[in-house]
């Protein structure tokens, strides 16, 4: 498949007729390993303007998704490869519920937000591979980030934030 590189994380299918098999799979574990972000993707749309998004994501273990919620917008997780827990928080940063996803004990294998709700994904396996659905046009203006979650690169904060939902998540389960 031949891809166009926008940065270390996003790529862009160009072929006409988009296919996602295990060498894309390997390809965004890879990606997301090297990455310093530690994710990357395959945009199967051709164009931020475009009204249908599909993507496959790899997310690393050792990165953080800052909690988040898309105006707007809904978005669905169908499971490639791996496991994860999609943690869906109150306004005031309380875990409020958690989605298993991937291998193990729960198997689940798809959601979709259908609401904006503020969420993060804690990556349980090496990786996690999933194919990702939202509508576009992609506007950065349209996500907004808890206020309440360090940002990307606050090292000892994001440390002392992902401790403590651990604690919750755990309790939940």
Not at 42 to 65: Q, S
Not at 88 to 106: K, P, W
Not at 128 to 140: A, I, K, M, Q, R
């Amino acid at each position: 498949m031949k891809l166009r590189k926008i940065n270390d994380d996003v790529y862009y299918a160009e072929d006409a007729l988009v296919r996602w098999g295990p060498e894309e799979i390997e390809f965004v574990r890879r990606c997301a390993a090297e990455s310093p972000r530690r994710r990357a993707r395959i945009c199967g749309h051709r164009d931020p303007t475009d009204r249908l998004h599909e993507m496959i994501i790899g997310l690393d273990r050792r990165g953080y998704v800052r909690p988040h919620k898309h105006r707007d917008r809904t978005e669905s997780f169908h499971v490639f490869a791996g496991s994860a827990d999609v943690v869906i928080f109150d306004e005031a940063g309380a875990v409020r519920d958690v989605v298993m996803l991937g291998d193990g004990t729960a198997d689940l294998r798809y959601y979709r937000m259908n609401t904006p709700e503020f969420h993060t994904v804690l990556v349980r396996s090496p990786t996690f591979v999933v194919h990702e659905t939202s509508l576009g046009p992609f506007d950065p203006n349209d996500t907004e980030f808890a206020a309440w979650a360090p940002k990307e690169g606050e090292t000892d904060q994001i440390a002392a934030f992902l401790e403590r939902v651990e604690r919750e998540v755990a309790a939940r389960k």
